[in-house]
């Protein structure tokens, strides 16, 4: 996995669009606008911020040396995973796919229901 792989992957997702919004060394991805990715261009090892279940969360980092609390971001709800291939890919593209999923299930009824459209 890298960064062009993760990029796929996302946009892969319904709804889900890549951003700039933290200057060009970041890339964010977002769905109906709200984050749920982000990913660092310029580190030469590649890692990713991602969402997550707070139990889960801290059940991940006790399980997996490469799984931090959230760099930059609030350590409850995200952790940072650095991709060194002591995890399997899967195991990440499941973790990317259930970031994204915690967040379409937080949104309002109208963006849940546009979000279907593009389905």
């Known amino acids: 996995m890298n960064l062009e792989t993760i990029r796929d992957f996302c946009l892969e997702l319904p709804g889900v669009v890549e951003d700039l919004p933290f200057g060009p060394d970041t890339l964010v991805f977002k769905v109906m606008g709200k984050v749920f990715l982000l990913t660092p261009m310029d580190s030469a ?19 997996y040396s490469d799984v931090l609390p959230g760099y930059h971001m609030n350590k409850k709800h995200w952790n940072t995973v650095h991709i060194t291939g002591s995890i399997p890919s899967e195991l990440l593209y499941s973790w990317i796919k259930d970031s994204y999923e915690l967040i379409v299930d937080s949104l309002p009824k109208k963006d849940k229901a546009a979000l279907e459209e593009l389905k």
């Open 45 to 63: 090892k590649p890692q990713f911020n991602a969402k997550c279940d707070p139990e889960k969360a801290e059940e991940l980092r006790e399980k």
